[in-house]
């Protein structure tokens, strides 16, 4: 199975910070990774698809890039609203494999 | 607006069998023009998200190895459900169970809408 190797684990930054979290996978996926934003209680939700394409409805402050093995999602300006825990998902191959989770407080 | 609802029992005996079922609304389970993965997480309380595993709406399955071979995942395409299958439970299948479609967009296919989830406890 392909590893997904995600950090921070966790971090704290203040109102209108720039945060990037790296997801580095084991091996070549191309571009078939997603992020997820999830919320104490609540499902996972779709952030960015194919590495770095907005899913409808997202802020524009939420971008991804990265390609191959290196894969990086940035909040350009953080707010309140975005506390929570960050997952990257890759489904290149089969088992699909989520990173470990960055947790992020806001200060 | 495409919604995906978890039913199923929140106490599960271990050795015993789980059942889920999620059902789909707001949008079709099977479309030919389009590739659907209706697809099953769980979310272990320590341990952050595990893929489970999925079925095409053509019925073809991909599972994840970790479960061996105690998962089964079907669709019922009139009912608009799709259902899990969890054989030999014990306390570490012990999650909340999420069902999520997957939407394929050239070659990713991601998880676009999601259930609520559902806990499963495994305790005598």
């Known amino acids: 199975a392909i590893q997904m190797t995600q950090f921070p684990s966790s971090l704290s930054a203040s109102v209108g910070d720039r945060v990037t979290i790296t997801c580095r996978a084991s091996q070549d996926i191309r571009i078939d990774l997603g992020w997820y934003q999830q919320k104490p209680g609540k499902a996972p939700k779709l952030l960015i698809f194919a590495a770095s394409s907005l899913q409808g409805g997202v802020p524009s402050r939420f971008s991804g890039s990265g390609s191959g093995t290196d894969f990086t999602l940035t909040i350009s300006s953080l707010q309140p609203e975005d506390s929570a825990v960050y997952y990257c998902?890759?489904?290149?191959?089969?088992?699909?494999?989520f990173g470990q989770g960055t947790k992020l407080e806001i200060k | 607006q495409v919604h995906l609802q978890e039913s199923g029992p929140g106490l599960v005996k271990p050795s015993e069998t789980l059942s889920l079922t999620c059902s789909v609304s707001?949008?079709?389970?099977?479309?030919?023009?389009?590739?659907?993965?209706w697809t099953w997480i769980r979310h272990h309380p320590e341990k952050g998200l595990e893929w489970i595993g999925h079925?095409?709406?053509?019925?073809?399955?991909n599972y994840n190895p970790s479960l061996k071979s105690r998962v089964t995942i079907s669709v019922d395409t009139p009912r608009r459900q799709f259902s899990l299958r969890l054989t030999s439970l014990t306390a570490a299948d012990t999650a909340v169970y999420y069902c999520a479609r997957g939407y394929c967009v050239t070659t990713d296919c991601p998880l676009d809408f999601w259930g609520q989830g559902t806990l499963v406890t495994v305790s005598s």
């Open positions: 079925v095409h709406h053509r019925g073809i399955t």
């Open positions: 998902l890759q489904d290149h191959s089969y088992p699909c494999t």
């Open positions: 707001g949008g079709s389970i099977s479309d030919s023009t389009r590739d659907y993965y």
